[in-house]
């Protein structure tokens, strides 16, 4: 098994470099293996003010930035849930962040949004949302810069409309990441943000409570970890053992953030750990 630091630095490639704005999939294609191999991502977050028809405005930078880890000296962490929200665990896993009043950053499917928009119901006070897209399909393989944009920017304005914030952060379907999405993205506005450490509840379905171990023992500080809230055939072995794991973690010293507020607890002398194209 990898060491979490050889881990640390397969992510970094897989974040990107050269290779996601050049590249197109290749770097996404990559990232998506290594999740589906096993070995894969607090404060308050205050909503920013939004009208319920908002929506993003073209207004490129010439630049993106992608996220997928804060370097820091504080042990601070961000849970981050992908691909809901969902009847069935979606509530499991805010529970469980209500038990612990911890926050977490939950990137929303616009059409799944729509089809439970009554889930989120006063329940996401603490937690942050970002957009994960309207199909949930991989944005390089969508076509040209518009069909990408039209995507991105109906689940903007699905979630805008249901829980009335305007989001700036984006996580791509499966992490894939080409240069048409980038410049998409830049365009709208959004901040690309990725992880530095994941579960697969495929592998632990023959031993759910080695899950505990697995994440605590190699959160690192500045960590972006991912989970997801839809799971569709496996027992969510992680999802129910998150009191746990927060517990556990909290016993070691960590604290729990968004991922704007980790981005926001860079200290001096040390960066993001990001890639700009």
């Known amino acids: ?13 897989i974040g990107g470099l050269s290779a996601v704005l050049a ?38 930078r010439g ?27 979606t509530p499991l896993v805010l529970d469980a962040l209500d038990e612990e009043k911890v926050p977490a950053t939950f990137f929303l499917v616009g059409r799944t949004l729509t089809r439970n928009p009554k889930i989120l119901d006063g329940r996401i006070d ?23 944009r039209t995507d991105l920017t109906q689940a903007h ?25 980038m410049r998409v993205a830049d365009g709208l506005g959004y901040r690309v943000v990725l992880w530095s450490q994941g579960v697969v509840e495929a592998s632990f379905q023959k031993d759910p409570d080695s899950v505990i171990p697995y ?3 190699n959160v690192t500080p500045g960590t972006i970890f991912l989970a997801h809230d839809a799971v569709n055939t496996y027992e969510p072995v992680f999802l129910r053992r998150l009191g746990p794991i927060i517990r556990q973690l909290r016993a070691k010293g960590y604290e729990f953030v968004t991922v704007s507020d980790l981005m926001a607890e860079r200290e001096e002398g040390a960066t993001l750990i990001t890639t700009k194209g």
Request: hydrophobic share 40%; charged share 25%.
């Open 63 to 89: 630049h993106g930035m992608i996220t997928w880890a804060v370097e820091t000296r504080k042990k601070l962490i961000a849970l981050t849930f992908d691909d809901g929200p969902v009847p069935n665990y």
């Open 126 to 148: 603490r937690h942050e949302i970002g957009n994960h897209s309207w199909l949930h399909k991989s944005l390089n393989d969508l076509g040209d810069y518009e069909a990408v």
């Open 1 to 13: 098994m990898e060491s979490p630091v050889d881990r640390r630095k397969a992510l970094k490639t």
């Open 215 to 217: 994440v605590v023992d």
């Open 23 to 60: 590249g197109g999939a290749a770097a996404g294609v990559a990232a998506d293996r290594y999740l589906r191999s096993g070995d894969s991502a607090a404060r308050t977050e205050k909503p920013a003010p939004a009208l319920a028809t908002a929506k993003p405005s073209d207004r490129a």
């Open 157 to 181: 304005e699905a979630i805008a409309k249901i829980t009335g914030r305007e989001v700036r952060l984006l996580r791509p379907p499966f992490g894939h990441l080409g240069a048409v999405p």
